[in-house]
Nanobody
């Protein structure tokens, strides 16, 4: 069981990045997919989730700028990030949730190590 994020980096304000999360060892299509971010000194912030039939939801802080997607055939999760702001600077991690109840409560069963996104001019 593994989740590995990629795609982070340094980007200027207003720029875009696409993060990817490769997973293995899971019944991927039956699990709920999430993206979380964290900055030093603060707790993790849930930013987006997608359920087993493709319905997505977003935190207010990223709604309209970020888009989550998943590819069940490849067991991957993506996060397209547009109009990036300095406040988006964080370590971004993907996470999987097994139960619907935990999904609704933004609880996670498996996490990746994260990929760093830095938004700065």
């Amino acid at each position: 069981e593994q989740l590995v994020e990629s795609g982070g980096g340094l980007v200027q304000p207003g720029g875009s990045l696409t993060l990817s999360c490769a997973t293995s060892g899971f019944f991927f299509s039956t699990m709920y997919k999430n993206w979380i971010r964290q900055v030093p000194g603060k707790g993790p912030e849930w930013i987006s989730s997608i359920d087993t039939v493709g319905n997505a939801r977003y935190a207010e802080s990223v709604r309209g700028r970020f888009t989550i997607s998943r590819d069940n055939a490849k067991s991957t999760i993506s996060l397209q990030m547009n109009s990036l702001k300095p406040d988006d600077t964080a370590l971004y991690s993907c996470a999987l949730t097994r139960s619907y109840r935990d999904f609704l409560e933004n609880k996670f069963d498996y996490w990746g190590q994260g990929t760093q996104v830095t938004v700065s001019s």
